[in-house]
Nanobody, 121 residues
Framework: QVQLVESGGGLVQAGGSLRLSCAASGSIFSLNAMGWYRQAPGKQRELVATITSDGSTDYADSVKGRFAVSRDNAKNTVYLQMMSLKPEDTAVYYC???????????????WGQGTQVTVSS
């Protein structure tokens, strides 16, 4: 079994910063891409940032220059450093990871439980 456990959400004023963490644990043969998505009330889940196993990153246009995604492969952990936060960044943030559980099978998608980020104006 595989688990993704997120931490670091909370309430922050506009212009502030937060750092999210997501640790993968369990039966993991290899971790491929990891990333963060978010879902605001009444909206669809959207991509925020992704990072491949070799460190290549991709960002939504709305967060470029303000958010930074990174990972620690030794700890099976992905981070999202969020700066210059805006009220429109308010959402539940979900961690995602492509994980192979054995050499016999391909990668499956796993999701964390979500962590609330609220930015007040």
């Amino acid at each position: 079994q595989v688990q993704l456990v997120e931490s670091g959400g909370g309430l922050v004023q506009a212009g502030g910063s937060l750092r999210l963490s997501c640790a993968a644990s369990g039966s993991i043969f290899s971790l491929n891409a990891m990333g963060w998505y978010r879902q605001a009330p009444g909206k669809q889940r959207e991509l925020v940032a992704t990072i491949t196993s070799d460190g290549s990153t991709d960002y939504a246009d709305s967060v470029k220059g303000r958010f930074a995604v990174s990972r620690d492969n030794a700890k099976n952990t992905v981070y999202l450093q969020m700066m210059s936060l805006k009220p429109e960044d308010t959402a539940v943030y979900y961690c995602n990871a492509e994980i192979r559980r054995s050499w016999l099978r391909g990668a499956d998608d796993y999701w964390g439980q979500g962590t609330q980020v609220t930015v007040s104006s």
